[in-house]
């Protein structure tokens, strides 16, 4: 999955009123399947009710080659758009039925590479828990318990000391890995529970490969091993901050030592 970005163009700020839910910004490359044929796009923001998607004018069939006013902007909607039309997700394989809402097609102005035709699409069916899973961009992981809600109760009072970075190795125990499936930070703790930061994971590939658990964690800080202890998966949630990654919330079962709480300090 590619990282979140800023938008700013004139582009977004067209399609951006008017939104029954908040959209999230992320690059998704998709294939959109039209009345009379099927374009590569991206799309630039989603929410569980629709998305903005971008495909560039020289893959439509019939686009004017010169500037596209609002009568060719028509045609191309009344060919290729008129009804519905699939908006297949790559590589997820995520389908969903849309229809636009609104259209633009950029200019020179608009700081893009080549002319886009852009859909504020709306669609027909939201998303379901199972699609925004698959997704993996939407911050509480379908299935799982919601963030706030898993922090609150298992009281994640500490949170990790710049100075005193502690690393988190998870393994399933699988016998044909060698090493651990994931390796992170440790970003909280509470009394019987931790958050660990995976860099580059997806909360989709945290939940397929770590499952409900028990699975192994080792806490280190440098080559020292801090502890050793079973652990289950809570929940999950997709960050960009610092670098797009995985955060997942894991119970222990029994209180971590005084050696690891005082690692961390209170907040």
């Known amino acids: ?16 009123g008017k939104r029954r839910v908040p959209r999230i910004v992320s690059r998704l490359p998709v294939r959109v399947k039209g009345v009379h044929g099927e374009f ?13 998607v971008r495909i560039p004018v020289a893959e439509i069939d019939g686009a004017p080659s010169g500037p596209i006013g609002p009568a060719a902007q028509f045609e191309l909607l009344e060919r290729h758009f008129r009804d519905s039309f699939d908006l297949c997700f790559i590589p997820s394989d995520v389908i969903v039925e849309a229809q636009v809402v609104r259209l633009l097609v950029s200019s020179d102005e608009d700081e893009v590479s080549a002319p886009e035709l852009a859909l504020g699409c709306r669609f027909v069916s939201p998303l379901t828990p199972r699609q925004q899973s698959q997704l993996d961009v939407f911050g509480d992981c379908p299935g799982l318990e919601p963030w706030g809600q898993a922090a609150t ?3 994640l009072c500490r949170a ?10 998870l393994q399933d125990g699988a016998e044909d890995l060698a090493g651990p499936r994931f390796v992170g930070r440790v970003r909280a ?6 958050t660990v930061r995976l860099p580059g994971a997806t909360r989709s590939r ?11 964690v080792r806490i280190m800080r440098g080559s020292r091993e801090l502890l050793a ?5 809570v929940t999950a949630r997709y960050s960009d901050q610092p670098t797009p990654g995985c955060e997942v919330l894991l119970a222990t079962g029994k209180p971590l030592p005084r050696a690891v709480r005082r690692l961390f300090r209170a907040v």
């Not at 945290?206 to 192994?216: E, K, M, N, V």
Request: proline share 5%.
């Open 189 to 194: 703790i509470g009394r019987a529970a931790l």
């Open 1 to 16: 999955m590619t990282g979140h970005t800023d938008t700013s163009t004139a582009l977004d700020a067209l399609v951006s």
């Open 153 to 155: 109760r298992h009281d």
């Open 229 to 233: 202890v079973d652990a289950q998966l």
């Open 160 to 169: 990790a000391n710049p100075s005193k970075p502690v690393t988190a190795f």
């Open 206 to 216: 945290a939940r397929t490969q770590l499952g409900d658990g028990p699975f192994s």
């Open 40 to 52: 590569e796009g991206m799309v630039h923001d989603i929410s569980v009710d629709g998305a903005l």
